[in-house]
C-alpha cells in the first residue's frame, strides 16, 4: 500500500465532520483511493477466473449477455480512467464533435425596442419602485409572507418612512408589482366556469402560448437557452444521449 | 417543452389541482432546480366530485365529468393547436425574433391520473398494448397504442355485429384509451408518457423489492441480523443514516427510498453471510436479483447515456427478470393465502381418516415426512399461484426507449412537481383566508414570482458584468447570500446538537460483530 492511511480508523458521526475529515487528514485521498481500487480490482480479477461460480450473479450462466458487458469489467474501466466521457456532462467543450440541425433556431428578425428595455432596466435597476429601499423593504414583506392589513398599519402607525420607499399602502405597492414584471401581460389569468351537473366551478387559466413567451423572454435564462438540436459524440465516437435536444424525437419532428 | 400536473390535498377534502408548464429549450439542470423559477402555473383545474362505482346514474354522471374535464382541456390548449405546424415568430431573450414550433412533448401525472385522463383500466401500459398476464415478463414485441384506433371503434361500440369484431373484441381486453389531447397536431398520445423514477422505482419497486426481501429474510431467520446491520450502517457524506429498522418506519420518502438503494446490496449482504447449507443457492440468487435492481436504478440514474450504458441497462433488466423467480412465493395475495390454507386442512382431514397403526420408533420420522410433504404442496401451490404482473414491473421495459427518443430519466420525474406544489399552491393556500382560495393563491405567488423574477434578471445581469451600480452588486450579494449558503449552514448547526444526542443510542446498539471488511 503506498499510503500510510489505507484505511482510517476514526468514526464520524455527522457527514460533515466526517468531510471535513476527509479534507484535512487525507488531502491526497484522490491518489490513495484510486490505489486501492486498483489494488482491489487486481484481487478480484485474480480470484474471479478460477472460480467465477462463487459470484451471485453466476445462476444465469445459460445466458451470460452480450460479449464484453461483464459489470465487473465496466467498474474496473471506470476506475482506470475516471475522465471516460460517459461520466463527463455532455454539454462540456471537451465531449467530442457535435453535429447541428441545419437551418435550427435561425433569427429572422430583430425584437423592436429590445436595446430600450435593455438599458432601462441596467439603468433603472429597482424600476417602478424609486429606489433600492423601497425594492427591498417591498421584497421583505411579500417574501416574510406579511398579510396587508399588517403592511397598511406598518405605514399608518408611522413606523416606515412612506417618502423613501416610495409607497404608504399594500394598494400602491400592489401597483408597483404589478409593473414589476415587464411581461407580466403574458401572465395574465382567465377565469372560466365548469357546468358540473350540480354545481358550478371556477376554474383559471393562463394562456399556454404566452408563458411559452415569457419564459423565452427572461433575460435570466438567456445563457442557458438552447435554440439548436444537435446529436453529440464523445471522444470514442459514441453518441451521447442526454437532454432533450440531443435524442432522437427532437429530430425526428423537425419539418 | 413538459408539463406536469399533480393532485395535491390541503387539509382534509381540500384539494387543489394544478398544472405546470416549462420549456425544453432550458437544460434541465437549470429547468428543474427550484430557484430557477422556469415552472410556471399554468391552470387550476375545477375537482370533479367523487363518485360511487355501483349505481348507474352514477356512471352516466362520470361519462359527463369526463368530457366536461377534455372540454376544459381542449380550451386550455387551444393555442397550441395551429402553430405547431404554421409556426410562429417569439421574442427571444437575446433580442431577436425566431420562428418557433411549440409541441406539447410530455404529460407527468402520477399513474392513477394517467389512468383516469386517458380512461384506462388499472393495470394497462399508456404506451403498449400488453395483456395484464404479460406484464411481468420483458415483452417488447406488442405494438404501440393507437388511440385514434380507439376512437373509431367507439362509435361501433354501440352498434354491435360490425365488421372487424375480432380486432374490436382485443382492444377491449386490452383496455382501450382516450387521447386528451385529440386536437394537438405533431402529438402522439403514447408518446405523452414519460417514465417517473419517483413512483416507478423508489416508490413502486424498490418498495415491493423490500416487502420480498422482508419476507425472504424471515423464512431463512436472518431478519434481526439484518435489522441490526441496517442500524449499524456507519456515516458517509451525502448518506442519511437510517434510525430505525426498515419495518418500524411507517412511511417513505423517495429521497430515503434513494438512499435505501445506496446501501441495501451491502446490508443484505452481510445479513445473509454464513449460509447454511441448503441456504447457499437461494441466498446467491436473491442478492444477484437485489444487486441488478439496483444496478438497473443506478444506471437509470445517470444524466447522459451512451449506447454503451444503455445496452448495460438492458442487460441488468433481463438479468433481474430472469432471476426474480427466487421472491415469487413472497408475492402471495390474499386469494392464493386463503386457498393455501383450504388445501392445508383438507389434507389434515384426509389424513386423519387413514388411521395406520405405526410403531412407536418410527411415528416421528412418518410426522416429519408428511410435514415436509404437506409444505411443499403448498410451496407448489403459491408458486403457482402467484406472479409478477403489475404494472409497474412493466414500466421498466420503457426506459430504455425512452432514453434514445427523450434524453435521460430523472428530467422527467414528478418530484419536480411535487416541489413546485410547495412554493406555488401550499404557501399561498396558507396565506390565504380559505374563502374562495383559488383566487387568492394565484394572486399571492404572482408577488413573489415578479420580485424572484427581478432579482434572478439583474443577477443575470450581474454575472454579464453590465454597468451595474456599486450598491446594487452590494445588494445582490447579500441577497444571494442569504439564498443559497446561509441557509443550510444554520440548519446543519441546529442539527449537530440533535444528531449527537442520537448517536449515543446508537452507539449503544451497534454490533461489534460486523467489521467494515466483511462488508
Known sequence: MPSKYPFCRLKYTRSGAYEKHLRTAHAGLDIVLASTVQYINMESSVSDNPDASKRPDSDCKSDPGPAGLEPDEFCRDIAYEPDTEVLDDATSPSAGKQIHYEGAGQVIGDVDGFEHEYSTLCYNLWAPFNSEQGFKLASWFIEGKVCKSRINQYFSSGLGDAESVGYSSMHKLENYLQLLDPYSQYLQWFEEQVEDCQRTLPFFYRNVLDCVRYLLRQIAYRDDFVYVLRHEYDSTGQRIYAEMHTADSWWDVQV | MSYQKNLTNFSGDKKAWPVYITIGNLPSARRNSPGSMAVLLLALLPIPPQLSKS?????????????????????????????????????????????????????????????????????????????????GTNTKSHRTRDYARYQRYKPENQNSGSESDD??????????????????????????????????????????????????????????????????????????????????????????????GRCILGVLAVALRHPGGAQVIPFKRALGCVRVLVDFNMMAQYRSHTSHTIAYMEDYLDQFHMLKDIFLEFRVTKRTQDKVDKQRKEIQHQRALVIEPVAPSLWRRMRDDKRQEESDLCLDLVRGESHFNFIKMHLLSHFCHHIRQFGNIPMYSTEIGDLTHKTQIKDGWRQSNKNDAARQIVHSYGRQHAIRMRLLNLECLKCRNADLSGDVLHHLDRTASTVTAAAPVVRRRVLTGRREDVSNVVDFSRISGVSPETI
Not at chain 2, 402520477?110 to 401500459?125: F, I, P
Open chain 2, 167 to 260: 380486432d374490436h373484441i382485443m382492444c377491449d381486453n386490452l383496455g382501450m384509451g382516450q387521447n386528451i389531447f385529440p386536437r394537438l397536431n405533431r402529438v402522439s398520445a403514447s408518446d405523452l408518457y414519460k417514465p417517473d423514477m419517483l413512483h416507478t422505482m423508489y416508490l413502486g419497486l424498490f418498495k415491493h423489492m423490500m416487502d420480498w426481501i422482508e419476507g425472504f429474510l424471515k423464512k431463512h431467520g436472518r431478519l434481526q441480523a439484518f435489522d441490526d446491520v441496517w442500524k449499524a450502517l456507519p456515516p458517509y457524506p451525502r448518506f442519511l443514516v437510517p434510525k430505525k429498522a426498515y419495518h418500524e418506519v411507517t412511511q417513505w420518502q423517495g429521497k430515503e427510498m434513494r438512499n435505501l
Open chain 2, 55 to 135: 349505481s348507474k346514474a352514477d356512471q352516466r354522471l362520470r361519462k359527463i365529468n369526463a368530457d366536461t374535464l377534455q372540454d376544459v382541456f381542449e380550451l386550455i390548449f387551444a393555442p397550441l393547436q395551429d402553430v405547431a405546424h404554421t409556426g410562429i415568430a417569439i421574442d427571444c431573450a437575446n433580442g431577436k425574433v425566431r420562428q418557433c414550433f411549440p409541441i406539447l412533448s410530455a404529460w407527468n401525472p402520477d399513474r392513477m391520473e394517467n389512468v383516469a385522463l386517458h380512461r384506462l383500466k388499472t393495470n394497462a401500459c399508456p404506451k403498449r398494448e400488453v395483456p395484464t398476464h404479460e406484464l
